[in-house]
């Protein structure tokens, strides 16, 4: 199942009869056939090819595409061949012996003649009557490999061998390979796959064919698998990166129709507790606060479920969109809820709530881990009665036990920390007559575009912009470790003052694998130069104590905070006006950024110092260059996307948004493909909604070679 699939915040709708789809494509069966179907393929190499590839069919073979290929180069002789580079050169066989080296090791040789030069041809830990067999005594072969000379002679180790030249390419491909198989062993079942591979009819647009000079689906599998010449056509790749992409836009374009006709409840509202709740506030909503907010009131007074990403930079004032959101909720008599991932930012929310929600006079509880006994029983009870008109809370809110009395509105916040299911089972908490709650989630680290269209295609997205009056800028700095005592001695005279300063460490413990600095160790250290004003805070520590350390340093007890990355989200104290991250190349841009975000969010100008290793490499000190230059988190979220790929993008997430199967859309050339792709999936459902026609018919066989089965069933259902 593909990532966009496993990312659907809502379940497939109930199974429909088909419509007007054509019969499935007989060569659909039979790439779908197991591996050991292959003529040739016995059941151990079989089973070492399914480890090899992935998957156990014909098509997940087909799939399994050459990491590179070996260029041989055909010569007369050994003399001519250059040094370290494959060769093709024909041979005369003579006779084999057995073989030790000084270190004791059996091996076969057989020496032989090629152009005149003695030729030894070594086989280590070969079997001595196979090879004999092989290779027979007298009898001409062509021999491929790396030619070392050995004085007035020369030697090959392991060299293929072949009758003729067919059986000896130039160009070879190369597979990712499992231990006890081998490049024949592939090649062989790749060429009975191939032979099964059939011609299906096209899906793309006949003038994108000719713009881009691309071949058909299979041809462009067969260019890439068995390529002929010197070197393989580039439009078989680019084919095929442009069909995992499309299939993926494809799928996401007809699962956002689905989403967008779910059953819903309208929730109108009647803004006599938001306009109480803003009173409290004392700010009027920033331009795209309010634009935001129109979006989520257009979503939540419809009759359809909505399905909504509000998405922000550090600061930009999604909590407030969210708690105005909500209260629309209550005033229309339902309850709502909000869940974040750890109890120290489901207390920040529950701070923020406790002021706005008092004086709207709505009544708000936390639901978590440490909320326990009589609390817990009380908690419960409101929910399910609907005296609790708004929860906040961590995994607690949907665990069994858990019941509310009509559950209208749920929000996620930093979504990307919880699974689809988790999501689900709160959504479904609201339940009514099968009608789920509407869903808002939340994320406070800025998604590319190009990932909005892969991860979140299926969702309608809100994006906040700017920060709320009075926020100053920060001033980011970059330093060298050997700079330590100078960045020591800088938030010395910041602490003299009255600043509190961040210090984040990337590790916990000293350990011997591992050369980077220990929260522990930076604790013990700043303690001795600041005796009783440094707190430590890190995720191996009981709650109590962490919470503890947090509250000293909110309430200015400490000055000092030397923390893991616990603190990066749900920490807000407005005096802190330093942070200092330690090994600052050794994070992602996103995380620094929302790192950073903990200054800055007074009226004081703040700063981040940023200590990096002495032998940093160009794209490193590029990356933290970015970092100084801009607060802009989309540029950031864009540029890290564009020099790593989707791995930083959504914070705990350290690899791509959408794992391409193929392996061929990456990075900047992701990028292109997918706003090409995007247009395209568009306008083919423009013109043919229900994949009718000529070219979606061909699409839907597109859909099932890239395994969109939750695309296909949003199909079915209509």
């Known amino acids: 199942m593909s990532p966009a699939e496993e990312g659907l915040p809502f379940p497939p709708g109930p199974a429909a009869a088909p419509g007007p789809a054509p019969a499935p494509h007989p060569g659909l069966a039979r790439l779908a056939e197991p591996l050991a179907s292959l003529p040739g393929l016995g059941p151990v190499t079989a089973k070492r090819l399914a480890e090899a590839v992935g998957g156990r069919t014909v098509l997940d073979l087909l799939f399994h595409l050459p990491e590179r290929y070996a260029r041989r180069l055909r010569i007369r002789g050994p003399d001519a061949a250059p040094p370290d580079q494959e060769v093709i050169l024909p041979a005369l066989i003579g006779p084999m012996r057995l073989a030790r080296s000084r270190a004791g090791r059996p091996y076969v040789e057989f020496r032989c003649e090629s152009e005149g030069k003695r030729l030894f041809l070594r086989y280590i830990n070969g079997r001595a009557e196979w090879l004999r067999q092989l290779l027979p005594e007298g009898t001409e072969r062509l021999l491929a490999g790396k030619v070392s000379a050995e004085g007035n002679a020369f030697s090959m180790v392991n060299p293929l061998s072949a009758t003729g030249p067919e059986g000896l390419p130039e160009l070879e491909p190369v597979w990712p390979l499992v231990k006890g198989l081998t490049l024949r062993h592939v090649a062989r079942a790749m060429r009975e796959a191939l032979a099964l591979l059939p011609d299906f009819a096209e899906w793309l647009d006949a003038a994108l064919l000719r713009r881009e000079s691309w071949p058909g689906f299979a041809a462009a599998l067969r260019e890439v698998q068995a390529p002929a010449g010197e070197a393989p056509p580039p439009g078989g790749r680019a084919r095929l990166a442009y069909d995992e992409v499309l299939a993926g836009q494809l799928a996401l374009a007809l699962v956002r129709r689905r989403a967008r006709v779910l059953p819903g409840r309208a929730m109108a509202g009647t803004g006599e507790l938001r306009d109480k709740a803003l009173a409290a506030f004392g700010h009027p909503l920033t331009p795209s606060q309010a634009e935001a907010l129109a979006e989520i009131d257009a979503d939540l007074a419809a009759p359809h479920r909505m399905l909504r990403l509000l998405q922000g930079d550090v600061g930009a004032g999604k909590t407030l969109v969210a ?133 979140w295609g299926e969702m309608a997205v809100s994006r906040l912009t700017g920060k709320p009056a009075g926020r100053q800028p920060i001033t980011t700095t970059l330093h060298g470790l050997r700079q330590l005592d100078q960045v020591v001695a800088a938030i010395a005279r ?8 961040y210090w984040v460490c990337p590790h916990v413990a000293e350990s011997e694998l591992v050369d980077l600095a220990a929260v522990e160790t930076r604790f013990a250290e700043l303690e001795a130069h600041f005796p009783g004003r440094v707190g430590l805070a890190h995720g191996r520590q009981e709650t109590e104590v962490r919470e503890a350390a947090l509250r000293d340093f909110a309430a200015g007890r400490t000055a000092l905070l030397v923390a893991t990355t616990v603190i990066e989200v749900g920490v807000d104290v407005p005096e802190a006006t330093v942070m200092v991250v330690e090994h600052a190349d050794r994070f992602g841009l996103a995380q620094l950024h929302q790192l950073r975000g903990r200054v800055g969010r007074g009226a004081s100008q703040s700063y981040c110092m940023l200590l990096y290793d002495e032998g940093l490499g160009l794209a490193s000190r590029e990356r933290l260059l970015i970092l100084r230059d801009t607060e802009d988190g989309f540029a950031i979220a864009d540029a890290d996307f564009r020099l790593r790929g989707g791995g930083e993008a959504l914070g705990t997430r350290q690899s791509g948004a959408e794992a391409f199967r193929l392996g061929l859309a990456e990075g900047e050339k992701q990028a292109g493909l997918i706003q090409m792709a995007h247009r395209d999936a568009a306008l083919l459902l423009e013109k043919d909604p229900d994949l009718t026609g000529p070219r979606g018919q061909a699409a839907r066989l597109l859909l099932n070679l890239f395994g969109k089965g939750a695309a296909m069933e949003a199909l079915r259902a209509g």
């Open 494 to 501: 910041a602490m003299q003052r009255g600043a509190r300063v």
């Open 323 to 455: 708690v105005l959101a909500m209260l629309r909720a209550v005033e229309s008599g339902a309850q709502a809820a909000l869940m974040a991932p750890t109890e120290i930012l489901a207390r920040q929310h529950i701070r923020t709530l406790d002021r706005l929600c008092t004086a709207a006079g709505v009544r708000v509880e936390l639901l978590a881990g440490s909320v326990k006994g009589a609390q817990r029983k009380r908690v419960l009870a409101g929910l399910a009665s609907g005296a609790v008109q708004i929860v906040v809370g961590t995994h607690a809110l949907f665990q069994e036990g858990v019941a509310f009395r009509d559950l209208g509105l749920a929000v996620v916040d930093e979504q990307h920390r919880f699974g689809v299911a988790q999501r689900l089972l709160l959504a479904d908490k609201g339940a009514r007559e099968d009608v789920p709650a509407d869903m808002l989630v939340m994320t406070a680290t800025p998604i590319p575009r190009t990932l909005l269209l892969t991860q």
